[in-house]
């Protein structure tokens, strides 16, 4: 499964971005899909995650109420809706992918998820 994420760049803070994540997987739909990010000299970490039909939606704290993950099955693909955007959320964005089931602790880990992306870099300037 090839992940292509996109839609990064250059913002100031308060501004907002919209990240895409497409894939020529056509099973698409049986894949949970997750946004991490990796700031510079810091560990990969969990952003969002939707399940199968978006009906399970999980944020990390530190963008609940700013971030929204949505998915499009029919264009396969996958979006990262980020407003109200602040310095710290500076890092390079990566999409990833899975099928297998997955419990509320599993949605948040690197190692849950087989597939990923190439990344695209979000810059927040202050």
């Known amino acids: 499964v090839q992940l292509q994420a996109s839609g990064g760049g250059l913002v100031q803070a308060g501004d907002s971005l919209r990240l895409s994540c497409t894939t020529s997987?056509?099973?698409?739909?049986?894949?949970?899909m997750g946004w991490f990010r990796q700031a510079p000299g810091k560990e990969r970490e969990f952003v969002a995650a939707?399940?199968?039909?978006?009906?399970?939606?999980y944020y990390a704290d530190s963008v609940k109420g700013r971030f929204t993950i949505s998915r499009d099955n029919a264009k396969i693909a996958v979006y990262l809706q980020m407003s109200d955007l602040k310095p710290e959320d500076t890092a390079v964005y990566y999409c990833?992918?899975?099928?297998?089931?997955?419990?509320?602790?599993?949605?948040?880990?690197?190692?849950?998820?087989?597939?990923w992306g190439q990344g695209t870099e979000v810059t927040v300037s202050s």
């Open positions: 997987e056509r099973t698409f739909s049986s894949y949970f």
């Open positions: 939707s399940s199968w039909g978006g009906a399970i939606i």
């Open positions: 990833a992918a899975d099928t297998r089931p997955k419990s509320y602790s599993d949605y948040s880990r690197t190692e849950e998820y087989d597939y």
